[in-house]
């Protein structure tokens, strides 16, 4: 099992760039979780998809932020335009069911 | 509205020293999971346990046990003779138990430093 697999680990932007952030979750796991990392807000929910549909996306901050799930392997999470407050840890999370979440390595954004 | 306190930003021991991270929830919900997880240094975020709120019996799992209790709102987690590799970052986090998804809400976590 492979776990959760985030890309890239680690991306510097220019502010106004677009970024995306990608993840394949572990198989046959039917619930996928963005969350983000920061000093100041901590780990904080921004969407969850529940067999490759949006179910909740009330934690995305702004219609700068989208995210997809076109199959059941694999997700983004799209920023566009990024702005230097986006800087943070993405993590990418999923669960077969109720089971506990299992979390990628994330990816550290850093937008200049 | 969930909420999720650990009140103890960081604590530095002596390595073997038994240490006690405290959680303190707020939720409406009658029924809830109850969780921890560790975040090392190298990022990655490690499922340690889950509770239901059924469930008040404490559990240990060889120098880890928790304490779930219900009367006070509390969920803390005990290291027993604690070691270098204990040293990360440990959340604590709710989410209710109705619905599929498990949407969990973080505390703002406890840095733990187990000194040689």
């Known amino acids: 099992d492979a776990g959760v697999i985030q890309s890239p680990r680690h991306e510097v932007t220019e502010m106004g760039q677009e970024v995306t952030l990608r993840c394949k979750p572990i198989s046959g796991h039917d619930y996928l979780f963005w969350y983000r990392q920061t000093m100041m807000r901590g780990l904080e929910l921004l969407i969850y998809f529940n067999n490759n549909v949006p179910i909740d996306d009330s934690g995305m901050p702004e219609d700068r932020f989208s995210a997809k799930m076109p199959n059941a392997s694999f997700s983004t999470l799209k920023i566009q335009p990024s702005e230097p407050r986006d800087s943070a840890v993405y993590f990418c999370?999923?669960?077969?069911?109720?089971?506990?979440?299992?979390f990628g390595n994330g990816t550290r954004l850093t937008v200049t | 509205a969930q909420k999720v306190t650990q009140a103890q930003t960081e604590i530095s021991v002596v390595e073997k020293e038994d240490v006690t991270l405290d959680c303190v929830y707020e939720t409406r919900d009658t029924t809830y999971y109850l969780f921890w997880y560790k975040q090392p240094p190298s990022g990655e975020l490690v499922f340690l346990i889950r509770r239901n709120s059924f469930d008040e019996q404490n559990e240990i799992s060889g120098r880890y046990s928790w304490n779930f209790q219900k009367s006070t709102s509390s969920f803390n987690f005990t290291i027993t003779a604690s070691q270098v590799v204990d040293s990360a970052v440990y959340f604590c986090?709710?989410?209710?138990?109705?619905?599929?998804?498990?949407?969990?809400?973080f505390g703002q976590g406890t840095r733990l430093t187990i000194n040689p």
């Open positions: 986090a709710l989410s209710p138990l109705r619905g599929g998804a498990q949407k969990l809400v």
């Open positions: 999370a999923s669960s077969p069911g109720r089971s506990p979440l299992h």
